[in-house]
């Protein structure tokens, strides 16, 4: 379903991805996890057409998404690391602009709504608006929006991040149970070891924008003779804590944190 | 159409919802009014111009409309950055279609607020030469609002941060308001500040209106009508450009 084969890009003098490399099969749940700053989520983003990679080759469902952009964007949903709902619209508005930018026509648009607003638990708040709703709520409302076109691909950016347990486990039985019914292929990155554990059929770990192992979670630890993931992860890894500079979306949210007091 | 006509309704629709936005842009207007208007106002009137509330009424609601339409590129630098863009970004529509949505949107909510602020003038004084000249001078308004309102997405394409916006208020919203012969009369100008009122936009923006809601215009209606088209194909051609290469 996905294939990255040889993908560099550079920003100026900086390497974020470094000849990677993997595959994603048709119906799977593929984490893609690594330390802040490993290439991960422009590695998303190249694959959802918002970059294009500096060199190397990029296809989902068999078609380019540097050739090929509205095609790719018609069969992926995605739920960014940041919120991307509009705060100021209800629910329903915000799943019926979704459906309108898809060309979903109204009337599947309203049955496909509708059932996943169901599904996620969501149905009862369908005509609050999103500045009201809890984290947990916001991001359940994200992937049912990201569903909403009946994708081939889900791409999940750090969902749970600042998610309590409960919020977190009702996720990733959301979205294991969608995997089931509707077999579409999700692509997750998470810091939480735990999370792509439990749900994850294959785990790519990048770093410094290098796939450093990829496999089941149990050949990732049988590999480096750990218990846990976490431990794979960290042998892989290292113990160095990685440092981001501060994005303009950090500096956004300090800003918005200011005007808020 | 859909696409433009939904991104469209999700501006007006925030707008309508936000109270406090409606209320808050009225400060300024009301206080260019109350103090400009009726400060001034005697001296004017020695000078042998006439009523200055009937001259800068014109100038307060080219005002209000270019300030609102230019906090439509925050609005996007918002949504950029952590919001509602990323989504429409991704999604399997051209871009043009995205920005024509968004600007058109951003214009409609300029000219909401200069709809209020026209009635704010008369209820504080001022009346039009001719009711009938009143439709007209709307659609003078409303191109003023797709031309700032184009800018301001070329503008919010452009730039990443809040404070990047604070230097264009500083050094292109507010110059473009004080150049533009709102609160002042064109003639008898010194030769400098002559030519830089003939390149502001907003200067034929606000001529158009005042020639056709009191009938003293400095170019003529068809000129500052001429000069707008131009510059709005130019700027919504400019905005389409810049929005179109905005990297998430």
């Known amino acids: ?261 | 159409m859909n696409v433009v006509y939904v991104l469209w309704l999700r501006e007006v629709k925030k707008y309508l919802r936000s109270r406090v936005q409606i209320v808050a842009s009225l400060g300024s207007p009301l206080m260019y009014l109350g103090v400009l208007g009726f400060g001034l106002g005697p001296v004017f009137q020695r000078a042998g111009e006439g009523k200055y509330l009937q001259f800068m009424a014109p100038g307060v609601i080219g005002m209000t409309v270019l300030f609102t339409a230019m906090f439509s590129g925050i609005a996007m630098l918002w949504d950029r950055q952590f919001g509602f863009l990323k989504e429409t970004l991704v999604a399997p529509v051209p871009r043009l279609l995205i920005m024509i949505g968004r600007t058109l949107g951003g214009a409609t909510v300029a000219v909401l607020q200069g709809t209020l602020i026209f009635v704010v003038t008369l209820i504080a004084g001022f009346r039009p030469a001719s009711l009938l000249a009143v439709p007209l001078a709307f659609l003078v308004i409303a191109l003023i609002a797709v031309i700032f309102s184009a800018l301001a997405t070329a503008i919010g394409s452009s730039i990443k941060e809040m404070q990047g916006f604070q230097m264009v208020m500083n050094f292109l919203v507010m110059p473009l308001f004080f150049l533009s012969g709102a609160i002042y009369p064109l003639e008898g100008l010194p030769r400098v500040l002559t030519a830089l009122t003939r390149i502001d936009p907003l200067t034929y923006g606000v001529d158009g209106v005042r020639g056709l809601l009191i009938g003293r215009t400095h170019f003529g209606v068809t000129l500052d009508v001429g000069v707008l088209l131009a510059v709005g194909v130019l700027f919504v051609m400019f905005g389409a450009w810049r929005f179109s290469k905005i990297e998430a």
């Open chain 1, 1 to 261: 379903m996905i294939r990255v084969q040889h993908v560099v890009k550079t920003f100026g003098k900086v390497t974020a991805v470094n000849d990677v490399s993997f595959d994603v099969r048709a119906g799977e749940i593929f984490a893609f996890l690594g330390p802040n700053g490993a290439g991960k989520t422009t590695t998303i983003k190249m694959l959802t057409t918002l970059l294009h990679p500096t060199s190397g080759a990029l296809e989902l469902d068999g078609l380019d998404p540097t050739t090929h952009q509205t095609e790719v964007r018609r069969r992926f949903g995605v739920v960014f690391q940041d919120p991307s709902l509009d705060s100021d619209l209800t629910a329903w508005e915000n799943m019926d602009i979704h459906g309108v930018l898809y060309h979903v026509p109204r009337q599947i648009r309203r049955e496909r709504s509708q059932a996943l607003l169901a599904m996620f638990e969501l149905w009862d708040r369908r005509q609050d608006l999103v500045k009201t709703f809890s984290g947990g709520m916001k991001r359940r409302l994200e992937i049912a929006r990201g569903l909403l076109h009946t994708p081939k691909v889900l791409f999940l950016d750090e969902p749970t991040l600042g998610l309590d347990p409960q919020s977190r486990n009702q996720m990733w039985t959301l979205v294991r149970n969608l995997n089931k019914a509707e077999g579409v292929t999700v692509f997750l990155t998470t810091h939480y070891m735990d999370e792509a554990d439990r749900v994850a059929d294959r785990i790519a770990v990048i770093d410094h924008g290098r796939i450093v192992a990829t496999g089941s979670s149990a050949e990732l630890k049988q590999r480096t003779g750990t218990d846990s993931l976490e431990e794979a992860f960290l042998k892989l890894t290292g113990t160095t804590i990685r440092d981001e500079s501060a994005t303009a979306a950090d500096q956004m949210r300090q800003v918005s944190r200011v005007w808020r007091r």
